[in-house]
């Protein structure tokens, strides 16, 4: 059985972006609520080169349905040429919480 609510998260390479990425798909009801982590050290392989940044990771809880879009909307905001953006299932929770989860993005 799929899930019906999902986290979908992404990582930035600054503070300012993770912030105007989390307020902007909050106000576009494309996820309920957004938390940013960071700084956060990444360590991956790029044009055969290993590198070490700092990013800032942004966790959107959002209703399954409504993935997709939030998906194009960060692939549409976001700066790096290959974007993380990985969905993740809710597979429990709090029933009030993830009622509310579901109405925000209405």
């Not at 309920?32 to 990771?57: K, L, M």
């Not at 966790?59 to 409504?66: L, P």
Request: hydrophobic letters at 40%; one cysteine or more; aromatic letters at 6%.
């Amino acid at each position: 059985m799929p899930a019906d609510h999902v986290v979908v998260t992404t990582t930035v390479d600054k503070e300012a972006t993770a912030r105007n990425i989390a307020t902007s798909a909050v106000e576009a009801r494309l996820a309920a609520c957004a938390q940013i982590v960071g700084p956060i050290t990444s360590v991956y392989r790029w044009d055969d080169e290993v590198r070490v940044d700092n990013e800032w990771r942004v966790e959107c809880k959002t209703a399954t349905d409504r993935a997709g879009a939030l998906e194009e909307f960060l692939n549409v905001r976001h700066g790096f040429d290959l974007p993380e953006i990985i969905v993740t299932p809710i597979v429990g929770g709090s029933p009030r919480y993830l009622s509310w989860l579901v109405e925000q993005t209405r």
